[in-house]
């Protein structure tokens, strides 16, 4: 690279002739001035000027990645090494604070082991780089993920790993992120760290299109199901070769799942079931090859519900819904017409469908509160960020008190709800992950963290400003997160329901000759 003087730059100052500089390193802007985004006479302001500080009051560091072919060279006198690549940047373990739990930046944890260090490098390859155009694209595009890349999820375990500890996952015959991790070390808090990767991308749409719905279908099939389906059905969904969604949630049945009125009625051979009904709101849907049904077979209320796994077919037809984020995700409205469900496909026992489907919201609600609470952390980086380079009435925004009382308020509200994480899923590998204390606690996190998420939202859109209400540039990571974090307060249960739960757990189990 040419290593180019201050004095040399201040020479080309000019539209026909224009450079600029930018953290140290030497661009000439002279033809590309003229589609600038921003506009031609805001650009050549700058000809032959170091434009450091307004550009990354205005651009993201992956600007300087995209037009990269603009470099002329490195000023002499350069202070510190050249910019990294933001592509690469995203992929290394932030320095800032908060920005990543805390065993990660020099605290000590009983928790976490260097294989889960190593995991999260290995997650965070694939989901920060490998997927990371893809997500970009798709989640701007409503467009499906591609099979190659769901097939590559597979391929390196990550589709097994986010269903939990078990006999799954030695199903990939490449292992664990290459063996970084052996099945029998494998626990939740190993779930977790990939969990916690899969938001790298900040695009949620993407993300559960791509394996957050086969996260909340599979594990009743890993649980429940009879071997037939774990030998034939469950191994192509874990390579990526198939797809699976949980689905029970109806346009008449949402928290109160006993209410739902799709229906399984024996034929008369007494062999196969004929399904019909609706589901709204399926994650995934679109591209289901599975369905894990919730069914009514019996009495009305709770006892007469069975789960049932149903095949794609003519008569399981599926129709995009659009939602406040992306349709990326597949999320579908699904309808069963005359459906034939042969007996051999119920899972579990008929009309015990029920228990099935509150077990399997311990592990679907716990992912999901590790999924707020690590998106919550990537927009606060984002904040803190922000509020450090911002420039305002002469000063950095970071010296207005109102901006770093709101960053406390962010760095408390993520800390807290981590820890309360932490204890759970602690206690999930100690004490089973099915109980009934264990899935209040977990449903008073989830209440916990859907209410931090809209404080962090509150807050990051204040100290962003416009920027953080815009769906491009600067804001985007802000944007996303405002716009589509009340989404988690409503599936998987209610903040209601699940405030609701926690304090009626509570309530069995108070002693009855506590007083004051």
Known sequence: ???????????????????????????????????????????????????????????????????????????????????????????????????????????????????????????????????MEEALECEQKSTAPSKEMRKRMGELGLIA???????????????????????????????????????????????????????????????????????????????GDQTCVLSITEAFAGSDVAGLRTTAVLDASGENYIVNGTKKWITGGMYADWFVTAVRTGKQGAGGISMMLIPRSDAVQTKIMKSKYSSAAGTAYVTYENCIVPKKYLIGTENKGFQIIMSNFNHERWMITVVCIARARICTEETFKWAMQRKVFGKPLIE??????????????????????????????????????????????????????????????????????????MGRVVEVFSRMYKIPAVYGGSEEIMADLAVRTAIKGYPKHARL
């Open 400 to 473: 207005q008190p109102v901006i770093r009382e709101k960053l406390a308020q962010m760095f408390a509200g993520v800390e807290t709800c981590t820890q309360m994480l932490y204890d759970i899923t602690y206690n999930m590998i100690s004490m089973g992950s099915q109980g009934a204390e264990v899935g209040a606690r977990i449903a008073l996190l989830k209440y916990q963290s859907t209410r931090m998420n809209h404080l962090v939202a509150d807050n990051a859109v204040q100290v962003l400003g416009g920027r953080g209400v815009t769906q491009t540039g």
């Open 161 to 239: 790993m986010v269903q939990g500890p078990g006999a799954h996952l030695k199903i990939p015959p490449k292992g664990l992120c290459g063996g970084v991790v052996k099945p029998e070390e494998f626990t939740y808090f190993h779930e977790m760290v990939v969990q916690e990767e899969r938001c790298r991308t900040m695009c949620p749409g993407y993300e559960d299109g791509l394996d957050g719905a086969v996260s909340i279908g599979l594990p009743v099939l890993l649980k429940y199901g009879a071997d037939w389906m774990k030998n034939e059905v469950v191994p192509p969904i874990i390579m």
């Open 1 to 131: 690279m040419a290593s180019i003087t201050q004095e040399e730059v201040a020479k080309h100052n000019k539209a026909d002739d224009a450079w600029i500089i930018v953290d140290g390193d030497v661009y000439d802007v002279t033809k590309f001035a003229g589609v600038h985004p921003g506009g031609t006479q805001i650009l050549l302001e700058y000809a032959g000027k170091d434009a450091t500080e307004d550009f990354y009051a205005l651009h993201r560091l992956e600007v300087l990645d995209k037009y990269a072919r603009l470099k002329k060279g490195r000023l002499a006198d350069a202070k510190g090494p050249p910019p990294k690549k933001a592509s690469e940047a995203i992929q290394e373990f932030s320095k800032v604070p908060f920005a990543e739990p805390a065993y990660l930046q020099g605290f000590k944890s009983p928790y976490f082991t260097e294989t889960h260090v190593k995991l999260r490098q290995e997650a965070r390859k694939f989901f920060a780089g490998e997927s």
